[in-house]
Nanobody, 121 residues
């Protein structure tokens, strides 16, 4: 069994910063692309940013220039540095990764449990 565990969410004032972390654990053979999604109340889940094993990144237009995604392949961990936070960034942030368990030749799409980010004064 494999899982993703996020951490780092919380309450922050507008203009502030937070760093989210997500670590993959379990019976893992390989981790491919990793990413962050978010879901605000009453809205659909949307991609925030993703990153390949080689470090190529992709960002939603709404976060470009403010958020930075990075990963440590050895630690099976992905990070999201969020700067200049706005109230509209308030959401539950979910980690997602394509993970190949040792027991399978296939990659599974795995989701974390989510971490709440609230931007408010």
């Amino acid at each position: 069994q494999v899982q993703l565990v996020e951490s780092g969410g919380g309450l922050v004032q507008p203009g502030g910063s937070l760093r989210l972390s997500c670590v993959a654990s379990g019976n893992i053979f390989s981790v491919n692309a990793m990413g962050w999604y978010r879901q605000a109340p009453g809205k659909q889940r949307e991609l925030v940013a993703d990153i390949t094993t080689g470090g190529s990144t992709n960002y939603a237009d709404s976060v470009k220039g403010r958020f930075t995604i990075s990963r440590d392949n050895a630690k099976k961990t992905v990070y999201l540095q969020m700067n200049s936070l706005k109230p509209e960034d308030t959401a539950v942030y979910y980690c997602n990764a394509a993970i190949q368990p040792k027991t399978s030749y296939r990659y599974l799409g795995v989701w974390g449990q989510g971490t709440l980010v609230t931007v408010s004064s």
